[in-house]
């Protein structure tokens, strides 16, 4: 059939568009008062905003006190995600293509233990890890949460660049050494530059994990300096003397727009990734 | 036969060493942090060893007697105090007589000892006898000895001879680190406060994962798949925003809906409902919410999963089936839920796991509230190790609870391993170098 | 049961695909739609059995109007190219399908197929899955499939595609056998010449979207409408020569071929034209002697084929029964049966 797989005729799809329709509303609701409530003001008891204000964006300009400069925490999610984002991409790229591709011993072995891990609820570590960091004095400091949050990750990443390599016919390689390239050379000038959409998915996909990361850093790294966005919102939210969900929602948007940036220009690329690296 | 190996070895180390410091090493130091029952009291590195007022009350079963005598101060003439007395510039006969007359006794109680003082040929004043008696006052209490010998040493100089049984009791009473103990695994075992705990656990788990991961997932994937393309994507990416909204936003827009200022209230005050925190104000709405906030993130995994596979399902078998007569529900039950057993084996397998192991959104929502009504199992852990409101972290009774899940989860994961037979993805490098 | 299409058009989005077409099948006629890929064929499979609705026009089966039934009611049955047999279930299940989302009892089910897949000859592989099956088990499942809830009408779409060329020999008949025990209206929808002439009673052949000729098959090979239905009946396939009109004759582009032929009588000179010379009225038989040199030679067994180019360069086909005297670059001079050959005016249609 030349043209593209449709519905059905028999079927109409409105009455399931309409179900889902009225299934995401509240969704769409709570998405769009985000975005909202931080332009406006709202009288106590409406729904409808009646006045426009900026009031809940200066935290831009103004240094709340008690609580570090929003510049440098955004600096410090900035520098979070972006180390971890290299640190995956470097260290996974390599592991995949042995597990894809290479002769080692214990393969098979090291590949269970890369799938085991990856389903693993790897949180649960977070007591023993918290100890660890004590003990080696990497504890609120960033480099030690970025090492942490890069390793939970890595068996996903990993597994996702061996089903990536996989991918890539054998038949370039052989080519390769054939013409007298050295393994390494062949994966680095042969095979890499053929799975860089793959790489890339990847390196957004860590971005946006690590910027979204709370848990972690909250743990590991709850200390003024190294706060990074999460770890400010939620500290936010919790501090009862200055409830206000305009601010709130306004350190929201300022966190959450490039996520949705990244995701509405790359959200096929993402949506592969986000079906849990099911693709083996 | 070595290029491969030694590149391949060489480009695998750093995954290696990464995922063996902070993936397997935490493993086994969570299971040996569970042997021991640290906390912020015990600290993390050693200890020393103490005669606290606590360490008296754990005597008191096993050794009464000493208990009580350790508690009260001893008094003994000893060379240490004679050289503080000499210097202290009163009149020289009374340290001279003390050595003479008194060295190396022990006296019992501060009564006992100013009794003999103030019998001393020069005659102290009442005020005199007391600043001396001060100076041989020779009690362990609150004292702190950096090895158990020197305690030990110290406890035979006041005069109690102890039998080593008795030293090992005595040992254990006082030390302030941590030690080795299966403790935890018995309060687990044991206390309802757990047993509560592990109930909600399994709640929460079976209710999310069977509403929402399968369930609700199934039904956006069927939905959509009865859809134009376009519009299917629109709502596809509607319902991946709360997977891929960061989790502290997410969270706080659930909290504004269901604050007491939030939408829900607003909205009900309109039909002359008074406002109330809908997240926080009976246990039944705390557990509503809960599984919502978790569900709606949770459905976007399984929903993408489904829809791939009701993709990969060839158009003919939905032409054929409706051409069959089949109606909509029928091609569902017959021809597509039969087709999509392994994805929701797989779906339902993983996200176990990361609903046991995930306590981010319960922790930002309802904080195991109201009261313990929503504290699972893994919040539950961290706020014992953690984060708790008296301010003594138990990370060693933490580390037992986490242990549990970490052998719930290398179970299930070995489980999934074996289900989705790893070693049929595992082919032969096609070149042998 | 007649089906009758009815100005039937069909587009998607901004592509009409078909436009006011106009077919009527017979009852107990088997029908072959022929064609090119992309002609417009499958969409018209497609709209007889309701997975695609017609964007105007038409549909009646006898005198029912199934316009704008859904398949489901349309009582059709439909063996699809890839056989959409059902992985997860049985060959019984199969089968046994359309009845059962009928709602049919059991017992009866399991009666009726029986009964079908013995008319079929695979009764006994009941048990089995489709992937425990060959192609042609798999072909005959999804022919008792389609057969066993007596449907109007029967639609096969491609069904001999997947298969080695030995089963679809078989299978050709096989399928004719039983649409002749059953006496179901069906239509074949096919790109394969061979099996449309065939199988079927009549074929229609398609073109972008529109009906070029209806006609039994030797009708159809025999007295071509246009240039397109004599180029695609017919295997070895019809040389062209072009050429022009001159004094009632067929005239080639240097001259040296000129044909008589009572069809340009009145045609006035320097017209252009084609000649189409089916490959078995060149040869050792005809009237016209045609002087070339063989450039290709192959034979296939029984027959040899041979191509011949003209001195102006356009190329004869000839296919004799085998002999061992002529070999690439031999001069020859054959003979062309003129009254066997076809003219085309230059828009293809037929003089």
């Known amino acids: ?280 | 036969m070595r290029t491969s190996r030694t590149l391949g070895l060489f480009m695998i180390a750093p995954a290696s060493i990464m995922i063996f410091l902070f993936f397997l090493m935490p493993v086994v130091l969570t299971a040996i942090f569970a042997m021991t029952n640290m906390s912020t009291a015990t600290g993390i590195s050693g200890g020393a060893w103490q005669v606290t007022q606590a360490a008296v009350n754990r005597l008191k079963t096993d050794l009464p007697e000493l208990a009580d005598g350790i508690a009260e101060p001893r008094f003994i003439i000893d060379e240490e105090g004679l050289k503080e007395l000499e210097t202290l510039k009163l009149k020289p006969g009374f340290a001279a007589e003390l050595r003479a007359e008194h060295m190396g006794e022990v006296y019992p109680s501060r009564r006992e000892a100013e009794r003999v003082i103030k019998a001393l040929k020069d005659r102290p004043s009442t005020r005199e006898v007391k600043q001396i008696s001060d100076l041989f006052n020779r009690s362990v209490l609150n004292t702190r000895f950096e090895t158990r010998d020197e305690l030990m040493a110290n406890l035979k100089k006041l005069g109690f001879d102890l039998t080593p049984q008795q030293q090992d009791i005595v040992a254990r009473a006082t030390y302030t680190g941590w030690i080795w103990t299966t403790d935890n695994f018995r309060i687990i075992s044991s206390s309802p406060d757990m047993a509560q705990i592990f109930f909600n656990t399994a709640f929460y788990v079976s209710v999310t994962l069977l509403l929402f991961n399968v369930g609700y997932a199934l039904f956006l994937a069927l939905t959509t798949h009865y859809m134009q393309a376009s519009t299917a994507s629109v709502f596809r990416a509607i319902w991946l925003l709360p997977r891929i909204t960061p989790v502290v936003i997410y969270v706080l827009l659930w909290k504004w809906l269901t604050w007491d200022s939030g939408f829900i209230s607003t909205f009900m005050s309109q039909f002359g409902y008074p406002p109330k925190n809908y997240l926080l104000d009976t246990a039944y709405n705390a557990w509503f919410f809960v599984i919502l906030i978790n569900g709606f993130i949770g459905a976007s995994m399984g929903m993408l999963v489904f829809s791939s596979a009701i993709k990969a399902i060839p158009q003919t078998q939905f032409h054929a089936s409706e051409v069959d007569g089949a109606s909509r529900l029928q091609q569902i039950r017959y021809i597509i839920l039969p087709q999509l057993r392994w994805p929701i084996l797989f779906v339902t397998c993983y996200q176990t796991l990361s609903l046991l192991a995930s306590f981010n959104e319960i922790l930002l929502s309802t904080r195991g509230g109201p009261g313990k009504a929503t504290e699972v199992w893994s919040l539950a852990a961290f706020h014992t190790a953690l984060n708790n409101y008296t301010g003594n972290l138990e990370y060693g009774l933490g580390a037992a609870m986490a242990l549990v899940l970490v052998v719930v989860g290398i179970i299930l994961s070995l489980i999934y391993l074996r289900i989705f037979r790893y070693d049929t993805l595992i082919s032969k490098p096609l070149i042998e170098d | ?351």
């Open chain 3, 1 to 351: 049961m007649r089906i009758l299409l009815d100005k039937f058009s069909k587009s998607f989005g901004s592509t009409k695909v078909i436009e006011d077409m106009n077919l009527e099948v017979a009852s107990g006629e088997m029908l072959a739609l022929l064609g090119p890929s992309g002609c417009g064929k499958s969409t018209t499979l497609f709209a007889v059995c309701g997975i695609h609705r017609p964007t105007s026009g038409r549909i009646l089966f006898g005198d029912r109007d199934v316009t704008n039934l859904p398949s489901q009611e349309r009582n059709v049955g439909v063996v699809f190219q890839s056989y959409a047999l059902y992985p997860h279930m049985t060959v019984e299940e199969n089968i046994g399908f359309p009845l059962m989302v009928k709602r049919a009892a059991a017992p009866d089910i399991k009666k009726q197929v029986a009964a079908i897949a013995a008319l079929v000859h695979i009764d006994n592989l009941l048990d089995r899955r489709p992937s425990q099956l060959s192609g042609g088990q798999q072909q005959r499942v999804a022919l008792a499939r389609a057969l066993i809830r007596r449907p109007d009408v029967l639609l096969l779409d491609e069904p001999l595609a997947n298969l080695d060329a030995k089963l679809r020999l078989e299978m050709r008949s096989e399928i004719r056998r039983l649409q002749r025990e059953t006496g179901i209206t069906a239509i074949l929808v096919t790109h394969d010449q061979v099996e449309a002439m065939s199988m079927c009673d009549r074929i229609a052949i398609m073109k972008s979207g529109e009906i070029v000729q209806i006609a039994t098959p030797s009708a159809m090979y025999n007295d071509p409408r246009t240039s397109f239905v004599a180029g695609f009946l017919g295997n070895p396939p019809i040389s062209f020569i072009k050429g022009t009109a001159f004094q009632g004759a067929f005239v080639s582009g240097d001259g040296h071929l000129k044909v008589p032929l009572a069809a340009l009588s009145g045609i006035s000179d320097d017209t252009p034209l084609t000649l189409g010379v089916r490959p078995e009225h060149f040869g050792t038989g005809g009237d016209i002697a045609v002087e070339g040199r063989i450039v290709f030679a192959e034979t296939q067994g029984r027959e040899n084929l041979y191509d011949v180019a003209l001195p102006d360069g356009s190329v004869l086909r000839s296919i004799q029964p085998v002999r061992n005297d002529i070999k690439p670059g031999d001069q020859v001079r054959w003979m062309l049966g003129s009254d066997a050959a076809f003219i085309f005016a230059e828009n293809g249609q037929r003089l």
């Open chain 1, 1 to 280: 059939m030349a043209e593209k797989p449709q519905p059905s005729a028999n079927f109409s799809s409105l009455p399931v568009i309409l179900l889902l329709t009225l299934f995401s509303l509240p969704l769409v609701l709570m998405y769009a008062y985000l975005f909202i409530d931080t332009i406006s003001e709202t009288p106590v008891g409406s729904l409808i905003p009646n006045e426009f204000t900026l009031r809940h964006w200066s935290f831009l300009w103004q240094t709340k006190t008690g609580k570090p400069n929003i510049w440098l925490v955004t600096l410090n999610t900035f520098i979070f995600a972006s180390c971890i984002t290299a640190v995956i991409l470097t260290v996974a790229s390599m592991a995949g293509y042995v597990l894809s591709r290479l002769n080692v011993p214990a393969r098979g072995f090291f590949l269970a233990g890369v799938m085991v891990l990856h389903a693993f609820p790897s949180v649960t570590l977070i007591i023993a890890i918290f100890i660890v960091l004590q003990y080696i004095g990497l504890y609120n400091s960033l480099i030690g949460v970025i090492l942490v949050k890069a390793a939970i990750d890595l068996p996903l990443g990993i597994w996702l660049m061996k089903g990536f390599y996989d991918t890539v016919p054998w038949e370039i390689e052989m080519a390769g050494i054939v013409d007298g390239a050295s393994r390494f050379t062949v994966w680095r000038r042969l095979v890499l530059p053929q799975i860089k959409p793959a790489v890339m998915a990847l390196g957004l996909f860590s971005f946006l994990t690590g910027w979204s990361e709370f848990i972690l850093p909250q743990v590991l790294a709850p200390g003024a300096q190294v706060q990074v966005l999460s770890v400010y919102l939620a500290s936010l939210i919790i501090d009862d003397n200055n409830f206000d969900f305009g601010t709130f929602k306004a350190v929201g948007v300022f966190y959450v727009v490039p996520v949705l940036i990244l995701y509405v220009f790359f959200q096929k690329h993402l949506m592969n990734i986000y079906g849990g690296g099911t693709k083996g």
